[in-house]
């Protein structure tokens, strides 16, 4: 079993930051990519970045230049710093992780989400 668990999600006014962190635990032999994913109301779950483990990454277009996402291998932590944000940057962050377990297979995993409210 593997776990993700997120951590940094809250209230900010826009133009704040904010830092969210994924630590992931379990049965891992190895993560091949990690990446942050949202979920505004009413709309579908959007890729906002991911990364690689080594070290390449890709931003949704909205994000870019705003966004910063980087990782920790040693402690299969990624982050997403958040700079300038803005209302529509409002949603439920979900973690993934595309990892290699114990008996060689990959599998993608999510995390329980965190919410970012942008708001004043």
């Known amino acids: 079993q593997v776990q993700l668990v997120e951590s940094g999600g809250g209230l900010v006014q826009p133009g704040g930051s904010l830092r969210l962190s994924c630590a992931a635990s379990?049965?891992?032999?190895?993560?091949?990519?990690m990446g942050w994913y949202r979920q505004a109301p009413g709309k579908q779950r959007e890729l906002v970045a991911v990364?690689?483990?080594?070290?390449?990454?890709n931003y949704a277009d909205s994000v870019k230049g705003q966004f910063t996402i980087s990782a920790d291998n040693a402690k299969n932590t990624v982050y997403l710093q958040m700079n300038s944000l803005k209302p529509e940057d409002t949603a439920v962050y979900y973690c993934?992780?595309?990892?290699?377990?114990?008996?060689?297979?990959?599998?993608?995993?999510w995390g329980q989400g965190t919410q970012v409210t942008v708001s004043s």
């Open positions: 990364i690689t483990n080594s070290g390449s990454t």
């Open positions: 379990g049965s891992i032999l190895a993560i091949n990519v």
């Open positions: 993934n992780a595309h990892v290699v377990v114990l008996t060689g297979y990959e599998y993608r995993y």
